[in-house]
């Protein structure tokens, strides 16, 4: 017998453990911290920032010494070919040879010259076959040089001075991509949340219709409401069930949207719950300003593309004058048919280039390339300019509302009460014939645009409070600076 009461209890408590399993619910902060670690845009930002690592690792590598080996082991022709005579005739011989080389370098950029200063060492074996059969060899045990441009582009030193800037910008531009997932776990949280509102509020409205409606068929019948009040009811009672469907078709569309942006396996049903605090804190706009110049990727970008800017200038120059190189060299070489005497009669190599271009005539082309480029650099100069001003714009602008965002929440928050306690009292008074149906749907209407108007405000506070934080990568409220 006390097993037959015991079962239900049982199963009642399996029933709703499955069902707060299978529900979740969340505020706001957890929705953005979850957007944050599993979103598709969260982890797209994550491998942007590393890609963007490598890159600059490239360019690091650049300036250091590179170490190479070269050569062919080996490089066989057999064919027909020119072959210079003691007496300084050429003949064709059929010729079969193989040729094998090994060079081992070393080489370091002058980022300060643009040159490059070498160091080596190789030795080569040609071996020839057929009648006359042969194999010698030639090394040059240590060789070290230079090349040197003059009067060039020097594309290492400017790189030096844009590349850590453009790394130093992928950093802060991780950050404000996290910033702005935020914003957007921060708009589909309230999206869910109004739709979820919406639903409550509909089926709300369609019982207290029916109530309504069910009590007005009796007053009918007794003669004490006319036909015409009675049909208003029944559309009422319509247009709320039509509402109820229009909500929860607004509540899965939202949950979807939602789950999928955090990460929710199987479009889990979600339960929100409404920030219950109010922000109340103040933010200097000359603050947020020098935040954001500070943390910005957008403020470093300003800088690099005047650099940029810059050295297009100087290419233009640089590729339009008088271009000089030097090549120079000195060491050690030698020869020998057999390799372990190839070492023993060192001699030295010596070399000297001086190579130049001077344009003669080329229509004007170099002189319309280095205008180009002056005429971009100061297009970049005034639309930085125009930027920088947007720039500060935008975060005076934003914030200079963001108070006034507050008052409109929490009067928001006073009309909702106030419209919700005026229905109450006017569907009493209709229930006992002191209110006409006219007043009693203007009271209903009120309070649905009362909590609506309540959501949007909400949403407004909440998604100007993160973006002001993708902004300026400044938390206000605790004073300290964004960085993930």
Not at 127 to 133: F, S, V
Not at 148 to 165: A, H
Not at 211 to 216: G, K, L
Not at 383 to 410: C, D, G, M, S, W
Request: hydrophobic share 40%.
């Amino acid at each position: 017998m006390q097993t037959k009461r015991i079962l239900p209890v049982i199963i009642f408590f399996i029933l709703i453990t499955n069902g707060l399993f299978a529900q979740q619910v969340y505020d706001l902060s957890q929705v953005i911290n979850l957007a944050k670690m599993n979103s598709l845009s969260s982890l797209q930002a994550k491998n942007r920032k590393e890609n963007r690592y490598w890159q600059y690792k490239t360019y690091q590598s650049n300036y250091k010494p590179q170490l190479s080996l070269d050569g062919s082991l080996p490089d066989f022709n057999s064919s027909i070919s020119p072959v210079t005579q003691p007496d300084g005739t050429d003949i064709f011989i059929r010729r079969s040879l193989a040729s094998s080389d090994l060079q081992l370098s070393i080489s370091q950029a002058i980022s300060a010259t643009g040159g490059r200063i070498f160091a080596g060492t190789n030795v080569q074996r040609i071996d020839l076959y057929g009648d006359n059969r042969s194999t010698s060899y030639a090394a040059s045990p240590l060789i070290f040089g230079v090349t040197q441009p003059v009067f060039g582009f020097n594309e290492l030193k400017w790189d030096k001075r844009i590349e850590p800037i453009r790394y130093e910008e992928s950093i802060k531009d991780y950050n404000e991509e996290v910033e702005r997932v935020a914003i957007r776990a921060s708009n589909l949280f309230f999206s869910l949340l109004l739709a979820q509102i919406s639903l409550e509020i509909s089926q709300k409205n369609k019982i207290n219709n029916d109530t309504i409606y069910r009590i007005a068929e009796g007053r009918y019948e007794l003669g004490k409401i006319a036909e015409n009040e009675l049909l208003q009811l029944e559309l009422n009672l319509v247009n709320s069930e039509q509402q109820v469907r229009q909500a929860r078709l607004d509540l899965e569309t939202t949950m979807l949207n939602l789950n999928t942006f955090i990460g929710n396996p199987d479009n889990q049903e979600v339960t929100l719950i409404a920030p219950a605090e109010i922000p109340d804190f103040p933010i200097d706009v000359e603050l947020a300003i020098q935040q954001a110049k500070k943390n910005r990727q957008q403020y470093l970008a300003f800088k690099r593309e005047l650099m940029e800017a810059e050295r297009e200038v100087a290419q233009a120059k640089g590729q339009s004058g008088l271009n000089v190189n030097v090549v120079g060299s000195f060491g050690l070489t030698s020869q020998s048919n057999t390799f372990d005497m190839l070492y023993n009669d060192m001699q030295d190599q010596q070399r000297l280039a001086v190579t130049f271009q001077i344009p003669i005539m080329d229509w004007g082309r170099q002189k319309a390339m280095k205008n180009t480029a002056i005429a971009n650099q100061e297009l970049v100069k005034n639309t930085v300019a125009q930027e920088e001003i947007n720039f500060e714009q935008e975060i005076y602008t934003l914030v200079k509302q963001f108070p006034i965002l507050r008052e409109q929440l929490k009067a928001s928050i006073r009309a909702d009460e106030i419209a919700q306690l005026r229905y109450d009292i006017s569907q009493q008074r209709y229930l006992v014939a002191k209110i006409s149906i006219t007043d009693l749907n203007i009271a209903l209407k009120e309070k649905d645009e009362a909590k609506q108007n309540y959501l949007q405000s909400l949403r407004d506070f909440w998604s100007a409070y993160y973006t002001i934080r993708a902004l300026t990568l400044y938390d206000f409220e605790q004073n300290v600076e964004i960085t993930y």
